[in-house]
C-alpha cells in the first residue's frame, strides 16, 4: 500500500515561529502536493511538486514556502506563523498519468498534520 | 476555469435507506472525475474515479457514482447507508490527466453525510 507520512499530526506554535511541516511518501511518486482544509472551503492547493527541487504555486501560496530536496520527502515551511494560517494540513502524492499502460490520477494523502497558531 | 459545485453541506440518511451525494462539474474538455472520502481527523482516501467508459463506475466500500454527461453530474450513491459511512465527501475534477500544473485536482467543498441507526 502506498504510505504518505506527515511528521506531525498536531502542533501549537506562536506567532511569528517558522514552522515545518514534513511529508514523506514510498512508492516513487513524482508529484506531491500541500493543501489546507478549512470548514466551508474545502481543500485548496498551496504548492505542488512535479520532481525534484522542482516547485510551483498553487491557489494560495502566499505565507508559505516548499522544499523537495529528494523524491520522497515534500516540506512545508511557513517562515512566519500568523493566526490565519490555524488550519488542516494535507500531504498528498500521485504518479498524475500514464503508469505501466493503465491511467491513473488518484491522489493518496496522508493523515493531515492540524497546525495551531496562537 | 474547472470548477466543482456540491450542493449539499449535508446530507442525513436512516441506516438500510439509499444514499446520494450530488456533484456537478464544470471543464473545458473531457473531465476526469474522482470521489473521496474523510473520515474525522483523518486524510482523504479515494474511493472511485471515472476516466472514461461505462457511465456507472463502482467503487470501494460499497459505493458507486453515475457519470451523466449532458447534466455534468457524477452523483455518488450507495444502495444500503451504514453508520460507518458517516464522514465528510469530496467531488474532484481535472480535465488533463497527463502532469503539469493542468492536471491538478479541483475539490469541491464538501458534504458531510450522516447516517443515523
Known amino acids: 500500500d502506498v504510505k504518505v507520512t506527515q511528521s506531525s499530526r498536531y502542533l501549537v506554535k506562536r506567532t511569528g515561529e517558522k514552522v515545518f511541516l514534513e511529508c514523506v511518501q514510498d512508492m516513487d511518486h513524482e508529484n506531491m502536493f500541500w493543501y489546507r482544509q478549512d470548514p466551508g472551503l474545502g481543500l485548496r492547493l498551496i504548492y505542488f511538486s512535479y520532481d525534484v527541487k522542482m516547485k510551483e504555486k498553487g491557489d494560495i501560496p502566499e505565507g508559505y514556502s516548499v522544499s523537495r530536496e529528494k523524491k520522497e520527502r515534500f516540506s512545508l515551511i511557513l517562515e512566519s506563523a500568523s493566526t490565519n494560517q490555524t488550519s488542516m494540513y494535507l500531504c498528498a502524492s500521485s504518479y498524475l498519468g500514464l503508469a505501466g499502460g493503465l491511467v491513473t490520477g488518484e491522489l493518496f494523502f496522508g493523515e493531515g498534520s492540524r497546525l495551531t497558531v496562537l | 476555469a474547472q470548477s466543482v459545485a456540491q450542493p449539499e453541506d449535508q446530507v442525513n440518511v436512516a441506516e438500510g435507506n439509499p444514499l446520494t451525494v450530488k456533484c456537478t462539474y464544470s471543464v473545458s474538455g473531457n473531465p476526469y472525475l474522482f470521489w473521496y472520502v474523510q473520515y474525522p481527523n483523518r486524510g482523504l482516501q479515494f474511493l472511485l474515479k471515472?476516466?472514461?467508459?461505462?457511465?456507472l463506475v463502482k467503487g470501494s466500500y460499497g459505493f458507486e457514482a453515475e457519470f451523466n454527461k449532458s447534466q455534468t453530474s457524477f452523483h455518488l450513491k450507495k444502495p444500503s447507508a451504514l453508520v460507518s459511512d458517516s464522514a465528510l465527501y469530496f467531488c474532484?475534477?481535472?480535465?488533463?490527466?497527463?502532469?503539469?500544473?493542468?492536471?491538478?485536482?479541483?475539490f469541491g467543498k464538501g458534504t458531510k453525510l450522516s447516517v443515523k441507526p
Open positions: 474532484a475534477v481535472t480535465s488533463h490527466l497527463y502532469g503539469g500544473s493542468q492536471g491538478n485536482l479541483i
Open positions: 471515472y476516466i472514461t467508459g461505462d457511465n
